[in-house]
């Protein structure tokens, strides 16, 4: 069965460092996507990035990034120059591309605070 | 263009009661997906639909039913509201590459 594991319930950041969220996911699916959302605390879903397992690429949209080590199984979230806004829920998720194309499955989240 | 737009954002049922969650999108996906989020918990997936006319349940489906009998439309209805299924629900559409979530409803059952 598919799972997504975060094993950070709480991370603490700099304002203006950098910090990496971990995710570590298990399948058995060739292909199949990871995601990462945001949650502040107003409660939506605000979606960051992508990343699929066919591509040979870490995804990057803007500040984040996301380093994809396929073999190690693990799709860690990388924030740069974090700022107060960035203070939230993280999720990471990810879907197959089998019979349930884009159904999401979800980690357990990571809350993030940045420290002025 | 509105997105995914849910409906109520906020509701408290009595133990029994019955209730739909309305969700509309504006965005022409075949894609679309009822979502439930508990207290410090990740999302977990209660059915979903693949085009009109066409559901199929998820991770928790039972206590709900859905239809979907326009692409734009897909009503999570609760039959027998149970203090479990408090929670947050989610309203979701999109494709393979990224999901577009509603706002959420806040559901509370006493």
């Known amino acids: 069965a598919q799972k997504i594991t975060q094993t950070q319930p709480g991370m603490f950041v700099q304002e203006k460092e950098a910090v990496t969220l971990d995710c570590t996911y298990d399948?058995?699916?060739?292909?199949?996507?990871l995601f990462w959302y945001k949650q502040p605390s107003s409660g939506e879903m605000i979606f960051l990035i992508y990343?699929?397992?066919?591509?040979?690429q870490n995804a990057t949209e803007g500040r984040y990034s996301l380093n994809f080590q396929k073999a190690r199984k693990s799709a860690n979230l990388v924030i740069s120059a974090s700022q107060l806004g960035d203070s939230a829920m993280y999720f990471c998720?990810?879907?197959?591309?089998?019979?349930?194309?884009?159904?999401?499955?979800f980690g357990k989240g990571t809350k993030l605070s940045v420290k002025p | 263009n509105a997105g995914v737009t849910q409906t109520p954002k906020f509701r408290i049922l009595k133990i029994g009661q019955s209730m739909t969650l309305q969700c509309t999108q504006d965005?022409?996906?075949?894609?679309m997906y009822w979502y439930r989020q508990d207290p410090g918990m990740g999302l977990k997936l209660i059915y979903y639909s693949v085009g009109a006319g066409i559901t199929d349940k998820g991770e928790v489906p039972n206590g709900y039913n859905v239809s979907r009998s326009t692409t734009e439309d897909f009503p999570l209805r609760l039959e027998l509201a149970a203090p479990s299924q408090t929670s947050v629900y989610f309203c979701a559409t999109g494709r393979n590459t990224e999901a577009f979530f509603g706002q959420g409803t806040r559901l509370t059952v006493v």
């Open positions: 399948t058995s699916d060739q292909s199949y996507g």
């Open positions: 965005m022409n996906h075949n894609y």
């Open positions: 998720a990810m879907s197959n591309y089998g019979g349930s194309q884009g159904n999401l499955i």
């Open positions: 990343q699929g397992s066919y591509d040979e």
